[in-house]
């Protein structure tokens, strides 16, 4: 089992950025993928971006805007969100996926206003 900390959320204008940060302890070895996911307000939680030791992926939404990185030696994982928009307004949560199980943070609250 991994434990998961999120920090780094909070309020920002339109066109600004904002970096999250994810602590992970725990079975850290396990870990095959580490992502970030999103639920916005009245929406299902959805996938932002992964990062494993092929590469990373994003979703279209913020590809070009966000980057996800992995500091393996301080067992944490970021996510620089750039440009950010009204939409990009949701709870973020720490995914780490294991080969049987996966964990997830409590979640941090990004707000982008207009």
């Known amino acids: 089992q991994v434990h998961l900390v999120e920090s780094g959320g909070g309020l920002v204008q339109a066109g600004g950025s904002l970096t999250l940060s994810c602590g992970a302890s725990?079975?850290?070895?396990?870990?095959?993928?580490m992502a970030w996911y999103r639920q916005r307000p009245g929406k299902s939680r959805e996938l932002v971006a992964g990062?494993?030791?092929?590469?990373?992926d994003y979703s279209d939404s913020v590809k070009g805007r966000f980057t996800i990185s992995r500091d393996n030696a301080k067992n944490l994982m970021y996510l620089q969100m750039n440009s950010l928009i009204p939409e990009d307004t949701a709870v973020y949560y720490c995914?780490?996926?294991?080969?049987?199980?996966?964990?997830w943070g409590q979640g941090t609250q990004v707000t982008v206003s207009s």
């Open positions: 725990g079975s850290i070895f396990s870990i095959n993928t």
């Open positions: 995914n780490a996926k294991l080969q049987r199980s996966e964990d």
């Open positions: 990062i494993t030791s092929a590469g990373t």
